[in-house]
């Protein structure tokens, strides 16, 4: 099956108020939809699959959803159009060698990977879950981030969402060493003794603050620490995961199957976060997993608040890859989205569960009037060669 066409559009929904972390505050989450249409398939008549991908703030390595769209525009489509859809792993190698290394533009082939994993489902009439390796599980419990506010409010949404169901609450930290103590000490006192908490730093800690800090936080039951410091600081993160003792997820410091490999080789972390925004799609994915299940290294799963395109993708990931612990770190765009741009937006179970889609490829169709609705001016790129 040819690839036969690809195109991206930029799309921008509100956040229901705002999101903000250690690295900053936005109003919007921002996100390229990639469509690559393949020849050959439905009946000769051709298919089409959607990927999504995109930046809620710009990532490790500088990617913006105005660079996202660029790059797949102007440099990635040429260089995989004619190629077969089906031949996922020489694409990525295509577009890894034109670009010269491996850890860049991995927003990028994210899109391109859900979009031609979304045609493979669609030509073979299966599930992606299924083309991963099989369908482990189906039904999955979610866990659910809580924003900065104050103590006496973040208790509030803390005792919610443990009412609500969820099976576990992240508490944003990485702000005024003091200020993060009380707020986990808040959310601790309200929710109880033994419901899972754990807290994320977003790499706003160095070592220094990293350790004293987090060891008073022992107090409060924490079961795991995320990315307790900056990304590049491997033998940091080691220090402080020896130092505290709660186990450690990398985050923003596993990005490719080579971080994975020099993580496990210095032991700095027990757990990886995959999110296929930021690890370069499913087929990249899939290999990190592996990867640090080999190593002994356990594998969660966080989201960057997709729409439904990129939730279907998580949910398919953690149902063909057995190493995927519970609970997952996103159930529904709208948990925090004003709004979606699926036909039918995924939902959470009243039980705050979460089903993988059914039907063939990613289990989901975009709506053209909820995307004529939120898109963005496409980019005028310069038709300039380098040379």
């Not at 103590?181 to 959310?187: Q, Y």
Request: glycine residues 10%; aromatic residues 6%; hydrophobic residues 40%.
């Amino acid at each position: 099956m040819k690839i036969t066409g690809i195109t991206c559009k930029m799309i921008h929904v509100p956040y229901k108020g705002h999101y903000q972390t250690s690295a900053g505050r936005t109003k919007f989450i921002r996100r390229v939809l990639v469509f690559i249409d393949a020849e050959g398939g439905k009946d000769n008549g051709g298919i089409t699959g959607v990927g999504e991908t995109g930046a809620i703030l710009p990532e490790r390595g500088g990617e913006t959803v105005e660079g996202i769209y660029i790059a797949i525009t102007k440099y990635f489509a040429p260089l995989i159009i004619g190629m077969d859809a089906f031949d996922i792993g020489p694409i990525i190698d295509k577009i890894e060698s034109a670009q010269m290394g491996r850890t860049g533009f991995l927003c990028s082939k994210c899109g391109i990977d859900n979009a031609l994993y979304d045609i493979m489902g669609q030509a073979t009439n299966r599930p992606v879950a299924q083309l991963l390796g099989g369908i482990h599980k189906t039904n999955f419990r979610v866990s659910r981030s809580l924003g900065i506010k104050p103590p006496a409010e973040l208790a509030k949404d803390a005792i919610a969402l443990k009412e609500a169901g969820y099976a576990l609450i992240t508490i944003k930290i990485g702000f005024d060493p003091q200020e993060d103590i009380d707020r986990v000490a808040a959310v601790r006192d309200a929710v109880g003794p033994r419901f899972p908490l754990e807290v994320d730093v977003n790499s706003g800690y160095n070592v220094e603050v990293a350790i004293p800090t987090l060891r008073k936080m022992r107090a409060y039951d924490i079961e795991a620490i995320e990315q307790p410091g900056p990304w590049w600081d491997i033998q940091g993160m080691k220090e402080v995961r020896r130092a505290v003792n709660i186990p450690i997820i990398a985050d923003e410091s596993a990005w490719t199957p080579h971080d994975v490999i020099n993580l496990a080789r210095e032991g700095a972390c027990d757990v990886i976060c995959i999110k296929p925004f930021k690890n370069g799609g499913l087929y990249l994915s899939r290999r990190m997993a592996e990867a640090a299940e080999a190593a002994g290294l356990g594998v969660s799963m966080g989201s960057k608040h997709p729409l439904s395109t990129g939730l279907a993708a998580i949910l398919h990931f953690a149902a063909g890859t057995k190493a995927v612990r519970d609970p997952l770190g996103y159930g529904s765009p709208l948990e925090r989205l004003a709004d979606d741009i699926c036909e039918t937006p995924i939902e959470m179970n009243g039980d705050m569960t979460v089903d993988l889609p059914t039907g063939p490829g990613l289990g989901v169709r975009v709506s053209d009037e909820k995307i004529a609705k939120y898109r963005v001016p496409d980019i005028v790129i310069p038709d300039t060669d380098i040379s």
